[in-house]
């Protein structure tokens, strides 16, 4: 009788060890499933879509940028829309730029045309092409590190488009205009800027009015 319930208390002990990692292995695995869900749940909301746009000062800039547009209204004359992108551009012989930015709009249709009016901020950093340079501690001149520059960045933007998504229950929007913005700090200065925006967002999941 002692042998068989010592054998009993080792098989617990030894399904309850067991089972621990099993839980522990199902916790994480339950957890990364509801993250799955979330995103999956978030991308395939009738309010979300991706975009991506060709950002660049005519063609001698030359940038993309990409992010996101959600609907936080829509009728049947104005969509208001909020939207958050990351992106670049690069200046040959002057500097790179990255930015990340956001924005709210407001997209009037004319049936599956529009026009959209933005205005928004972000911030945007700069790193200046070829070497940089500093007065050394001995009033000589080296190399200095090129960390590059942080700039505030107002926007606006005045686009035309095509919205599949009112008259054919398409995924597709296609957009063209012009995003005016200011780099701050530049020579103690707002530096204009004047930028192409020629781009396409895409539902997963569509929203009938």
């Given at each position: 009788?002692?042998?068989?319930?010592?054998?009993?208390?080792c098989l617990v002990a030894g399904i309850n060890s067991f089972s621990q990692p099993n839980a522990q292995a199902n916790s994480e695995y339950s957890e990364k499933s509801q993250d799955k869900n979330a995103v999956s749940q978030f991308v395939y909301n009738d309010?979300?879509?991706?975009?991506?746009?060709?950002?660049?000062?005519?063609?001698?800039?030359?940038?993309?940028?990409?992010?996101?547009?959600?609907?936080?209204?829509?009728?049947?004359?104005?969509?208001?829309?909020?939207?958050?992108?990351?992106?670049?551009?690069?200046?040959?012989?002057?500097?790179?730029?990255?930015?990340?930015?956001?924005?709210?709009?407001?997209?009037?249709?004319?049936?599956?045309?529009?026009?959209?009016?933005?205005?928004?901020?972000?911030?945007?950093?700069?790193?200046?092409?070829?070497?940089?340079?500093?007065?050394?501690?001995?009033?000589?001149?080296?190399?200095?590190?090129?960390?590059?520059?942080?700039?505030?960045?107002?926007?606006?933007?005045?686009?035309?488009?095509?919205?599949?998504?009112?008259?054919?229950?398409?995924?597709?929007?296609?957009?063209?205009?012009?995003?005016?913005?200011?780099?701050?700090?530049?020579?103690?200065?707002?530096?204009?800027?004047?930028?192409?925006?020629?781009?396409?967002?895409?539902?997963?999941?569509?929203?009938?009015?």
């Amino acid at each position: 009788m002692k042998k068989l319930l010592l054998l009993i208390l080792c098989l617990v002990a030894g399904i309850n060890s067991f089972s621990q990692p099993n839980a522990q292995a199902n916790s994480e695995y339950s957890e990364k499933s509801q993250d799955k869900n979330a995103v999956s749940q978030f991308v395939y909301n009738d309010k979300v879509a991706l975009k991506l746009d060709y950002f660049g000062e005519l063609v001698l800039h030359p940038g993309l940028s990409m992010g996101i547009d959600y609907t936080l209204a829509r009728k049947n004359w104005v969509t208001v829309h909020w939207d958050s992108e990351l992106g670049g551009y690069w200046h040959r012989w002057n500097n790179t730029a990255v930015f990340l930015k956001s924005s709210i709009g407001a997209r009037f249709p004319v049936r599956s045309l529009f026009v959209d009016l933005n205005v928004g901020a972000g911030y945007i950093h700069s790193l200046p092409a070829g070497t940089m340079y500093q007065i050394s501690s001995e009033g000589g001149i080296e190399i200095a590190a090129n960390w590059g520059s942080p700039h505030f960045m107002p926007t606006t933007s005045f686009l035309i488009g095509w919205d599949g998504t009112r008259i054919m229950n398409l995924p597709w929007t296609f957009h063209a205009g012009v995003e005016a913005y200011l780099q701050s700090s530049f020579n103690h200065i707002f530096l204009p800027h004047a930028a192409a925006k020629v781009g396409f967002t895409y539902k997963f999941k569509r929203q009938s009015l």
